[in-house]
């Protein structure tokens, strides 16, 4: 069983940052599994924000890259996005994902960025 458990949402300003992070844990999570962000603003559709794979390589949607920061530490099993510039269209449901034959979603940490 996989559990995934995120921190740092929260309410900023516009320009501000926020760091969020995800704890993976269970018997199932396996260093090379792909991990990735995932947002869904109100009325919207999920997209993926950011994603890194086991080599570290990552990838980011084009309406963040050059702001947001994924990470992972495979020893700590834990995957973080460090988020600056931040603006209201940025202001969405986040969600941590594992992906492992299936995908593993976390509970979702809201964060507000207001003008």
């Known amino acids: 069983q996989v559990q995934l458990v995120e921190s740092g949402g929260g309410l900023v300003q516009s320009g501000g940052s926020l760091r969020l992070s995800c704890a993976a844990s269970?018997?199932?999570?396996?260093?090379?599994?792909?991990m990735g962000w995932y947002r869904q603003g109100p009325g919207k559709q999920r997209e993926l924000v950011a994603t890194i794979i086991s080599s570290g390589r990552t990838n980011y949607a084009d309406s963040v890259k050059g702001r947001f920061t994924i990470s992972r530490d495979n020893a700590k099993r834990t995957v973080s996005l460090q988020m600056n510039s931040l603006t209201p269209e940025d202001t969405a449901v986040y969600y941590c994902?594992?992906?492992?034959?299936?995908?593993?979603w976390g509970q979702g940490t809201q964060v507000t960025v207001s003008s």
């Open positions: 269970g018997s199932s999570f396996i260093s090379n599994a792909d």
């Open positions: 994902n594992l992906k492992f034959h299936i995908d593993f």
